[in-house]
């Protein structure tokens, strides 16, 4: 079992920025894979960035250049900074945790707005 719990969400202006951190707990180096998704209104959930615990990451092109996933393994906390944000990132982010099994945080609001 895994449990994670997102945080640093928030209210932003145009062009700032925010780091998210999702804490996991449990059976922790059973994880193969972390990630982040969105979920804007009236839309689908949608994949952010994904981090393996060999390091390799992956993002959305709409977040590259913008958004950078991290792992700490000493913290068990996964990291997004998010720079430059724009409207077209207000959502709801979750944090996601493959074993594969798959797991959920219950999510963080950010919203980019003036």
């Known amino acids: 079992q895994v449990q994670l719990v997102e945080s640093g969400g928030g209210l932003v202006q145009p062009g700032g920025s925010l780091r998210l951190s999702c804490a996991a707990s449990g059976s922790f180096f059973s994880i193969a894979t972390m990630g982040w998704y969105r979920q804007a209104p009236g839309k689908q959930r949608e994949l952010v960035a994904t981090?393996?615990?060999?390091?390799?990451?992956y993002y959305a092109e709409s977040v590259k250049g913008r958004f950078t996933v991290s792992m700490d393994n000493a913290k068990k906390t996964m990291y997004l900074q998010m720079n430059n944000l724009n409207a077209e990132d207000t959502a709801v982010y979750y944090c996601?945790?493959?074993?594969?099994?798959?797991?959920w945080g219950p999510g963080t609001q950010v919203t980019v707005s003036s």
């Open positions: 996601h945790a493959a074993t594969p099994r798959v797991y």
């Open positions: 981090i393996a615990m060999s390091g390799t990451t």
